[in-house]
Structures are given as structure tokens and as C-alpha cells.
């Protein structure tokens, strides 16, 4: 059996060194702005390297030809593509004028030809008007910032500038750079900072980001250009450029020192894009993938450093150091409403360990039915395999089934009426994992189908004709489970082995194969980077893609997230849900229909009148339209009350994401006090009707 690793990891994008510029003809001719004011001087000018060109057109072929999608380069593609680096240039239409989009326009067709011809000449000139009007803004900025803000005219900014126009002119983004830094100078108010400290850290916050632009060279452009093409055909593929390929391999490795996060830039800000199990981030609770961190300080008492603009290689610097050293972060969460205040997070820094990601179990108890029932839970925050132990045939070497097959028994002997897996927050792993984990519950049979772009399939199964457990069992799953996370749920749904609980999962049914593109290129003596890209796509044993629909819950708890803005559904490149046939595989009939109507009706009968969960339904419900809303006020008094309100209505998303369970080792032996213990437990209200789920699966059942 292949092995892969299925798993939810993004591209750090990182700093390069400069390269050398080439010169020579190019078929975009020279692009023109409209103006020769837009023009930067030559001796300032981006330019693309000899190698860079040899690197693109290598890079189109081997998409064209091996990506999963076999898509044509034809003028829709150069549209999207062109598209993409337009959002990668200047993503919330602040710096560059409609006139400098539309002097470009006439080759967003031609990104087709200039692939294939190795020509950058149009990206790189497109780039350059960019810096020209960033200086533009740079000098606004800091004539603007001269004078102190007051907050007590009624007026308000509208925060979301996806679907905004470019603007007109100078005077209309003079406009709107004053109502945002007026934004930010408010928020930083609202923080309690007085006047001179206000401007004094937008001062420096503009400098970072001045030192971030003026350290951007040709191998940064082309990265960007680039993942505007690769991106074009699916979100999971990348360019890497040397340093980023280095670095992606060191994360892929875990050798991990630090808080416990990876991190990519986002525009100005520095997002993380991956929370690792067992770190600090994970076990704060208070970080979480898609934050974006705006400021770092270092120790309980030192000054909060502003991050906005800064690199993610010099963020990093400030954010990793000696283990059991704190560092504070300054972040703005994703699901912020627009009007929320940045919170701040205290992180000790620590060595992040293999065993700290490993399963864990607990025993809850509860009282539904008219009786007390004894539930198992099995926390998975990642299918981990030690595939180094396992090819040398090392006895115990690290593996999520092993771990959870030892738990079962302990389980068993603690006579538990049932057993519920928590995949929340699980972003996938091994593959071979999530195929043997599933083989505990079933016999043996298939697991998971998987398609090659050329549209041969493979079935994966299991071959182990015994069963760990056969009693009842419930998946705990939300719109973070993915990759190994919904092949493991999906198997279990599909066998009608247990009930699938939570939300609908995050829809990654992709693989993707790493290529050292110098294996492509041999006449490069540097190296000139990887390719991440798409090869396959997963499908249940039902023939049901898991991509981009992920899985459905047999029963689904309320939830704050959405299919629009989380999730592989709200990626524009996305691949399709599909089906392929179905392959032969043996139902156990554990749950049928007639068992689970009765649950769902249990169910529904508790969303109606339980006053928790009456309670939670309705706060998601406002947390959801008040999201929608992304214009906020800038007047002090206002500002004041919508920050308490959005607050208020975050505080139900909180009770979606899953408790660590803190104070249980992996044997299930308490660290913590009972108090601490039950009151963590009466947090998860998601675990406990879960619990009540089980429960009444147990009653319909035995009826």
C-alpha cells in the first residue's frame, strides 16, 4: 500500500536573497500606465532573471501536464490567473488607481503565451506602477499621521473592500487611507492608548511596512506571479522558491521550537495559517488557523512591537525564542466581527513533542433516559505515524491506532457504555492511519477510493479481518476536520458502523506530491525551488467525493462557521465534488434508519426546549448576520458599543471549538483536580450533547 501524507498544510511564503537581472527581448513588449509619472526609474525597476524564465516555463508544463485538472492554457485560464495576481499585488485596492489596472488589462489574455515563452516582462512592470504608487501613499501617510485624529465626527468605513472599485483618482484613496488609519488609530484608543503612543505606533507600523516594501526583490515578484498561475488551477497548488521550499520541508519534519505555529504572510499582516497539536497555540485555546497577528512582545513587561507590514521570516525571529521564555501576541481573530477590538495572548514557548500530539482518552459521565450512562472519549488532534519506526520494524513505534486500540481496551475494562472519537480540529496526517484506525471498528474491507488524474482508481483497505470494538460509537467532527479526519469519518458513516456528529467538515479530498523542480531543470546549478501540486482526489467506499462537500453529519450541532468563508467550498479554485462508482463493501447495519430517525427526533426535541442549546442556536444565529455587517463606526462613542456587543456575540463561536483535554494523559490518568475536570467538561457543550446523542442511540437500539 502507498503512503501519503493527507494532511491540511499551507506555504509559508519567506524572503529570498536577489538574483541577478537578465536582459533580452519579450513578446508583452513594454507595458505603459497611461502616465509617465507611474514609471519608476530604471535603476529602481524589478526585473526578472534568465533562470526565473526557464523556471516558468518549466513550471506551465509540468502543471498542464500532470496536475489532477487537466486544464488548457487558453485566454479564460490568463484571465483567472491575471485575476489572482491583481489580489496578490494589492488584495484591498489601496495603493494602485483604476487607470493603472486598465493600462494592464489588454494582456490579462496573454498570460497563456507568456507562459509557455518564458515571458515576464508584463508582471514585472504591473509590479513596478505598484511601487511607484506605494511610495505615493508612503508620503500621505506620513503627513497624515503629523496631526492626532478626533473620533467625534459620525461617520463609519466600510472594512470589507473585496467587491469595492479601484479608485479614481489620488483624492479618492487620500479618502480612504483617512478613514483607515482613523480606523486604526481608534482601535488602538479603544486599547487605551493615549495620543502621542497612538501615533507613535503608527509611526513605526508604516516604517515596518516601508522596510517590508523596499526589501521585496525579483524572486518575490515571481513567487507571487507565479502562484497567481499555480493557484488558478486549485488552492493546495504551489511554487515554492528555494528558501520557502526549505523552509515547507523543516515544518513537514515537525522539529518544532516555539509556540507551536506556522505562519505565512498575508498582504500587510502575518497570518497563521496552521496550528500545530500540542503546542502552546493549540493548548491556549485562543489562536486559532486564519488569525492574523498584529503585534509581539517579548517577556510579561515588554513593549508590544507592531508586525504589520513585517516579513514572515522576521516575525518568526520575534516570535520563537529559548523555550519556557514568554511572549505576548497581539492578534485579530478570523471570526472577529469588524468592529472587535485586537486581543492580546500570553504563550510560553516550548519544545513542541511528537507525544504531546498523540491521542488522548477520558471517561465523561451523564444522565439521560432516566439513567446514568459512562461514555469514553477518544481525542485524535492529528493521524500521526512514525513511518521511520515503522519501516524498520521497530516495536511501539508511534502510531495513532496502536494508541487508540491500547485506549479501547482500557476503555473496555472500565465497562463504558459507549465511545465517542473527537475529531474536531483534526487536520488530517497519515493516510495509512486513518485506513487502520478505521479497521478497528469494521471488518476488514475497503476504506477509501483514490483517482489519479488519468482516471485510474485504487481502492485502500483494510486487511485485518478483526474488530476492536463493536459497540456503539459516535464521531465528533466540525468544519475543521479534514483530509484523514473525513476519509476516517466517511468510512464509518458509510458502513453505518456509528452516528457522525457536528458540523459539516472542510472538504480537502485532494493529494499532493512535492517536485524539486532542479530534477527538471539539470542544467541549473542553483536551486530554483519545488512544486507543490494536486495529483489525486478521494472518494468513499459510496463513490462519493470527499472534496469540496466533505462530510455531512448524521446529526448536526449548531455552528457559527460557514461554507462560504471556511472551508475548501470557500476557495474559488477549488475542485469539484464528483462521483466515481461505488465499490463492494459489507454494511453492519449498527445504525439504520429507523434508529436514526428516533435519535434525530430526540434531538430536535432538545434543540426546542434544552435552554442551552436554545441559547447557543440563537447566539450563533446573530453572531452569523452580525458578521455580515462590516461597516463600523468611527465615532469613540459608538465604536464603544458595537466593540462590547460583537464581543458578546463571539462569545458563542467559543463554545464551538473543541475543550483541550488538558489534565488527561494518554492513559486516561487525571492531572487535575475533579473540579477543574468537570468544569472544563461543563464548557464543551458540543461533547456533552453528543454524549445525550449516544445515549439515546443506545435506548433506539436496544427498543
Known amino acids: 500500500m502507498k503512503k501519503y501524507l493527507v494532511t491540511l498544510l499551507p506555504v509559508l511564503i519567506l524572503s529570498i536573497q536577489p538574483d541577478s537581472p537578465s536582459s533580452g527581448a519579450h513578446q508583452f513588449g513594454t507595458a505603459t500606465a497611461g502616465a509617465s509619472a507611474l514609471t519608476a526609474s530604471s535603476d529602481e525597476d524589478l526585473k526578472p532573471t534568465i533562470s526565473q524564465e526557464r523556471v516558468e516555463q518549466t513550471v506551465a508544463r509540468l502543471l498542464t501536464t500532470y496536475h489532477y485538472r487537466k486544464v488548457r492554457l487558453n485566454d479564460s485560464l490568463s484571465s483567472k490567473v491575471w485575476d489572482n495576481y491583481l489580489e496578490q499585488v494589492d488584495r484591498n485596492k489601496t495603493y494602485l488607481l483604476a487607470s493603472d489596472v486598465a493600462a ?25 506602477v505598484f511601487r511607484k504608487r506605494y511610495t505615493e501613499r508612503s508620503t500621505y501617510v ?23 472599485p479601484w479608485a479614481k483618482d489620488a483624492g479618492e484613496l487620500n479618502e480612504i487611507w483617512r478613514k483607515m488609519l482613523k480606523n486604526q488609530a481608534l482601535e488602538l484608543k479603544l486599547a487605551g492608548q493615549k495620543d502621542s503612543a497612538i501615533t507613535a505606533t503608527l509611526t513605526q507600523r508604516y516604517k515596518n511596512l516601508d522596510k517590508a516594501v523596499a526589501r521585496i526583490r525579483s524572486d518575490d515578484v ?10 488558478a488551477l486549485d488552492p493546495h497548488t504551489n511554487y515554492l522558491n528555494p528558501s520557502n521550499a526549505d523552509r515547507f520541508n523543516q515544518e513537514m519534519s ?13 498582504g500587510e499582516y502575518i497570518k497563521i495559517s496552521n496550528v500545530i497539536p500540542g503546542g502552546p497555540a493549540f493548548k491556549s485555546k485562543q489562536l486559532n488557523s486564519n488569525d492574523k497577528i498584529v503585534g509581539v512582545a517579548q517577556g510579561d513587561n515588554g513593549p508590544m ?18 523555550k519556557a521564555t514568554v511572549v505576548r501576541l497581539q492578534i485579530r481573530a478570523a471570526d472577529a466581527l469588524a468592529s472587535s477590538a485586537p486581543k492580546e495572548v500570553r504563550l510560553v514557548r516550548e519544545k513542541i513533542k511528537l507525544e504531546e500530539q498523540r491521542a488522548k482518552k477520558e471517561v465523561i459521565e451523564l444522565t439521560e433516559n432516566g439513567r446514568n450512562y459512562k461514555l469514553g472519549v477518544i481525542n485524535i488532534p492529528l493521524f500521526y505515524r512514525d513511518f521511520e519506526g515503522a519501516r524498520k520494524r521497530e516495536e511501539n513505534f508511534s502510531s495513532t491506532t496502536s494508541d487508540v486500540k491500547r485506549m479501547i481496551d482500557s476503555l473496555k475494562q472500565q465497562r463504558v457504555d459507549g465511545i465517542v472519537i473527537d475529531l474536531r480540529n483534526n487536520g488530517g496526517g497519515s493516510l495509512t492511519e486513518a485506513i487502520n484506525l478505521t479497521g478497528l471498528f469494521i471488518q476488514k474491507g475497503p476504506v477509501v477510493q483514490v483517482r489519479e488524474g488519468s482516471g485510474e482508481t485504487e481502492v485502500y483497505s483494510d486487511l485485518d479481518p478483526s474488530v476492536t470494538y463493536d459497540g456503539p460509537m459516535a464521531v465528533l467532527v466540525n468544519r475543521f476536520s479534514a483530509s484523514a479526519s473525513e476519509i476516517f469519518a466517511a468510512a464509518i458513516q458509510d458502513y453505518k458502523r456509528g452516528l457522525i456528529v457536528g458540523g459539516q467538515t472542510f472538504g480537502k479530498g485532494t493529494v499532493q506530491t512535492l517536485i524539486d523542480l532542479n530534477q527538471w531543470m539539470p542544467k541549473e546549478t542553483d536551486k530554483v525551488g519545488q512544486v507543490k501540486m494536486t495529483i489525486q482526489k478521494f472518494y468513499r467506499v459510496n463513490g462519493s467525493s470527499t472534496q469540496h462537500k466533505g462530510v455531512t453529519p448524521d446529526i448536526e450541532l449548531p455552528s457559527g462557521y460557514s461554507a462560504e468563508e471556511f472551508g475548501e467550498s470557500s476557495q474559488p479554485s477549488a475542485l469539484p465534488w464528483d462521483q466515481i462508482p461505488a465499490t463492494r463493501y459489507d ?7 429507523k434508529v436514526l430517525n428516533r435519535v434525530k427526533e430526540r434531538f430536535e426535541t432538545r434543540l426546542k426546549n434544552d435552554p442551552e442549546l436554545k441559547k447557543l442556536s440563537q447566539e450563533l444565529a446573530e453572531f452569523k448576520k452580525a458578521k455580515e455587517n462590516t461597516v463600523v463606526s468611527l465615532q469613540e462613542t459608538k465604536r464603544r458599543k458595537e466593540r462590547d456587543e460583537a464581543e458578546k456575540k ?31 467538561k461543563k ?21
Open 104 to 128: 494592464f488589462d489588454k494582456y490579462r489574455t496573454q498570460v497563456d503565451d507568456a507562459l509557455v515563452n518564458g515571458d515576464l516582462s508584463a508582471a514585472y512592470e504591473f509590479y513596478n
Open 142 to 164: 506620513q503627513d497624515l499621521l503629523k496631526k492626532p485624529f478626533t473620533f467625534t465626527v459620525d461617520e463609519t468605513l466600510n472594512t470589507n473592500r473585496e467587491k469595492a
Open 222 to 231: 515571481f513567487q507571487m506571479y507565479m502562484n497567481a498561475f499555480a493557484e
Open 254 to 266: 515537525q522539529s518544532l521550537e516555539g509556540i507551536g505555529a506556522m505562519l505565512q504572510e498575508d
Open 305 to 322: 512591537v507592531s508586525i504589520i507590514g513585517y516579513r514572515v521570516d522576521d516575525a518568526v525571529k520575534l516570535i520563537k525564542g529559548p
Open 587 to 593: 454494511l453492519t447495519n449498527a445504525v439504520n434508519d
Open 650 to 680: 463571539r462569545e458563542a463561536l467559543r463554545k464551538e471549538v473543541a475543550e483541550d483535554p488538558e489534565g488527561i494523559d494518554e492513559t486516561g490518568t487525571a492531572t487535575a483536580n475533579q473540579a477543574d475536570k468537570d468544569k472544563k
Open 683 to 703: 464548557k464543551d457543550l458540543y461533547l456533552t450533547e453528543t454524549g445525550r446523542i449516544l445515549a439515546d442511540y443506545i435506548v433506539a437500539v436496544n427498543k
